[in-house]
């Protein structure tokens, strides 16, 4: 999943040169960092979707409430 995060500044990179490479990077990284103290805090939640039969493996398997609007 991060490789794909990083693909993605990448592929932003060859869009728009003038932006940093280094911020493209800390930007699709950012919500990673953030989700853990937010789920700790109350915040997040992590809840199996309905036929997932309650494994966290298979796609989809979260709802948030902050992090991924």
């Known amino acids: 999943m991060i490789a ?3 693909a993605l500044a990448a592929g932003t990179r060859d869009v728009e ?3 940093p490479l280094w911020s493209l990077m800390l930007a ?3 919500l990673d960092n953030v989700f ?3 789920l700790v805090a109350g ?3 992590i809840e199996p979707l309905p036929g997932t039969n ?3 493996s298979s796609t ?3 709802r948030t409430r ?3 609007r």
């Open 60 to 62: 989809p398997t979260t």
């Open 17 to 19: 040169v003038r932006a």
């Open 43 to 45: 915040l997040e939640t």
């Open 36 to 38: 853990g103290p937010l």
């Open 54 to 56: 309650g494994s966290y």
């Open 66 to 68: 902050w992090s991924a």
């Open 4 to 6: 794909g995060h990083f």
């Open 28 to 30: 699709t990284a950012w």
